[in-house]
């Protein structure tokens, strides 16, 4: 069965860089199209970011210019390089399929930003 495992959240100031990582099991990872979520205290979760099979990327308003999702078919690993992060962008950051039915979802990762 698929497996998503995020990292690289962590404590950064308004303004700062952080570069999230997901890595997948199976293997049919390079098929899918995949997505980055969050979910902030108290709200639903989002599409934050979801890139294509042939690296089509597509981003939600909030974030276009800052973020840029990519991915590693060799490593079964999808990125996030999130730049000039916002104090709104504070949430568990998650990755899964995009498109097709989600798999079981990981952990997540923590993003905090605040000075």
């Known amino acids: 069965q698929v497996q998503f495992v995020e990292s690289g959240g962590g404590l950064v100031q308004p303004g700062g860089s952080l570069r999230l990582s997901c890595a997948a099991s199976?293997?049919?990872?390079?098929?899918?199209?995949m997505a980055w979520y969050r979910q902030a205290p108290g709200k639903q979760r989002e599409l934050v970011a979801g890139?294509?099979?042939?690296?089509?990327?597509n981003y939600v308003d909030s974030v276009k210019g800052r973020f840029f999702i990519s991915r590693d078919n060799a490593k079964n690993t999808v990125y996030l390089q999130m730049n000039s992060l916002k104090p709104e962008d504070t949430a568990v950051y998650f990755c899964?399929?995009?498109?097709?039915?989600?798999?079981?979802w990981g952990q997540g990762t923590q993003v905090t930003v605040s000075s």
């Open positions: 890139i294509s099979s042939y690296s089509i990327t």
């Open positions: 899964n399929r995009w498109v097709a039915p989600p798999g079981p």
């Open positions: 199976g293997s049919q990872f390079s098929i899918y199209a």
